[in-house]
T-cell receptor
Framework: EAGVAQSPRYKIIEKRQSVAFWCNPI?????LYWYQQILGQGPKLLIQ????????DSQLPKDRFSAERLKGVDSTLKIQPAKLEDSAVYLC?????????????FGPGTRLTVT | GNSVTQMEGPVTLSEEAFLTINCTYT??????LFWYVQYPGEGLQLLLK?????DKGSNKGFEATYRKETTSFHLEKGSVQVSDSAVYFC?????????????FGQGTELSVKP
């Protein structure tokens, strides 16, 4: 079974530029998540989709971050304009319901450096 | 709100030593609890989970028991190997969120020396 795919793996941009990340979840997984992992910290949820609808975007800085999941499969996360503090690894995950809990599978992440 | 606290790292052990990484949580209700592992240059991998009190999750020689009375989910392994060197994250599923949003601890880096 193919895992969660993300691209690009690395990205370096200057502040105030824009950037987009792409995620392809595991086939059949209805729920998709974007997490931000700042160096030395645990991942923090930015946005969660159930099929193509947003379930939770309470921690998404909506003045600069946006995300979409068209057709309930692939997703893109965009930052415009980027700030220095956006330097982090952006993780995409997808999940299925296993018993009474959701098991999340993570992609390799995109490491963003903002200079 | 819900939160997870892990012991600070880095933890450095010799091969075949006993490992304990402490994890405590604060949550309303009874969330599912998870340990994820992140090897250098790789994404997060689910190591083990427990979904209710007194459950023991286990995988690859690692174990953790869901302790409701102490709100803990400590990770243990009887004999670590160099290949276990990684960052370990404790996490809980937020029950207020439909679809199992995870709340993570800050991670504990483990380094195993030969």
């Amino acid at each position: 079974e193919a895992g969660v795919a993300q691209s690009p793996r690395y990205k370096i941009i200057e502040k105030r530029q824009s950037v987009a990340f792409w995620c392809n979840p595991i086939s059949g997984h209805a729920t998709l998540y974007w997490y931000q992992q700042i160096l030395g910290q645990g991942p923090k949820l930015l946005i969660q989709f159930q099929n193509n609808g947003v379930v939770d975007d309470s921690q998404l800085p909506k003045d600069r971050f946006s995300a979409e999941r068209l057709k309930g499969v692939d997703s893109t996360l965009k930052i415009q304009p980027a700030k220095l503090e956006d330097s982090a690894v952006y993780l995409c995950a997808s999940s299925f319901l296993s018993g009474s809990s959701y098991e999340q599978y993570f992609g390799p992440g995109t490491r963003l450096t903002v200079t | 709100g819900n939160s997870v606290t892990q012991m600070e790292g880095p933890v450095t052990l010799s091969e075949e030593a006993f490992l304990t990484i402490n994890c405590t949580y604060t949550a309303t209700g009874y969330p599912s609890l998870f340990w994820y592992v992140q090897y250098p240059g790789e994404g997060l991998q689910l190591l083990l989970k427990a979904t209710k009190a007194d459950d023991k999750g286990s995988n690859k020689g690692f174990e953790a028991t869901y302790r409701k009375e102490t709100t803990s989910f400590h990770l243990e392994k009887g004999s670590v190997q160099v290949s276990d060197s990684a960052v370990y994250f404790c996490a809980l599923s937020d029950l207020s969120n439909q679809g199992g949003k995870l709340i993570f601890g800050q991670g504990t880096e483990l380094s195993v020396k030969p």
